[in-house]
């Protein structure tokens, strides 16, 4: 196990507000990685953000950003983390370049060679006043400030929504390069499945304020397949923990397992038809599905 210092870790928190709650939210995330925070509109995802960022307080629970215990500690914590959230704002009548040079005079990580890099990666002007700048490319521009800042931390929530593909792909091979240095980390939240499934080591995911499912990507690639089989009409399906959903369709199966390994397919004893491994959506859907199943099954 790593000593070094977590780049975040959430323990047991909760948060409740008078329509929602958030519920012993458990996450930390290694330096040198990057984790996807993935759960449909409404989730708590943004939530867990600011209870991350001493925006919010939490109702109960253990904070730590970089070692500095939250909200306490926020202003040494803050130093070394980049936050961009997308109800963040520039000042629309001055340049992005007086926004660099505003970021670079309070940071001293400040990278003057990187911002001009992504300065022309991202196609952004610095002599133009923020408020001729496209909603896309104000998402970018405050992205570079929080880039090119070298963080220990990137915490962004919803950084791709918002942007054409070509500027998406660049920000994520970005991200890629972050990770460069391994003591940097980044955490991030999507509902853009693809992104997460294409940069990430660790996914979780959320759902009414719960966290339903959270490890390393390459572990969900694996445990998760859809397994079609011959099952004749008349034979009852298999009641076992890895099946999360089974539709039938006559003397047919298809089995959506978590937990899948040859051994266990060959409990099964059945003829099988086709084994095909699941995208992230599919395994993010499945796992949202099955959590619901599960709590309204309790609910009764
Ligand atoms: N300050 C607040 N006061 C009361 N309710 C709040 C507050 N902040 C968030 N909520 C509620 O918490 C719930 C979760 O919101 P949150 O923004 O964390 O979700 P999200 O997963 O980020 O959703 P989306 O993907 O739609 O942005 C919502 O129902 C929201 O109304």
């Known amino acids: 196990m790593s000593t070094a210092t977590k780049a975040f870790e959430m323990k047991g928190v909760s948060k409740t507000f008078r329509f929602f709650s958030l519920n012993d939210i458990s996450l930390d995330l290694e330096p040198g990685q990057i984790m996807g925070l993935v759960g449909p509109n409404g989730a708590g995802k943004s939530t867990t953000i600011r209870l991350l960022m001493g925006l919010l307080t939490a109702d109960a629970g253990e904070i730590r950003l970089l070692g500095h215990a939250m909200p306490d500690q926020s202003a040494a914590a803050k130093l070394d983390v980049g936050f961009v959230s997308d109800d963040m704002r520039l000042f629309q009548h001055l340049t992005l370049a007086q926004h660099m040079d505003f970021v670079a005079a309070i940071y001293p990580g400040w990278d003057a060679a990187y911002a001009a890099t992504l300065l022309k990666r ?105 397994v079609q089989l011959r ?42 038809q086709q084994v095909q491994r699941m995208s992230l959506e599919e395994i993010f859907v499945a796992t949202v599905m099955h959590s619901r199943q599960v709590q309204e099954a309790q609910a009764q």
Not at 129 to 143: D, H, M, N, Y
Not at 182 to 206: K, Y
Not at 252 to 267: E, I, K, M, N, Y
């Open 231 to 272: 099952l004749p009409a008349d034979q009852p399906a298999w009641a076992l923990p890895e099946i999360v959903a089974c539709e039938r369709d006559g003397g047919l199966a298809t089995l959506t397992v978590d937990g899948f390994s040859d051994d266990w397919l060959a409990r099964l004893d059945a003829p099988v």
């Open 122 to 226: 991202f196609g952004l002007r610095a002599q133009q006043p923020v408020k001729g700048l496209s909603t896309g490319e104000q998402a970018k521009a405050l992205l570079l400030l929080a880039l090119a800042r070298r963080p220990k931390l990137l915490v962004l929530d919803e950084p791709t929504s918002g942007l054409d593909p070509v500027a998406r792909h660049e920000l994520l091979t970005e991200f890629m390069d972050v990770l460069r240095d391994d003591s940097r980390s980044i955490l991030f939240s999507s509902h853009n499945t693809l992104d997460v499934e294409r940069i990430s080591d660790r996914i979780s995911f959320i759902d009414r304020g719960r966290v339903v499912a959270a490890s390393d990507k390459e572990d969900f690639l694996e445990r998760w397949r859809r």
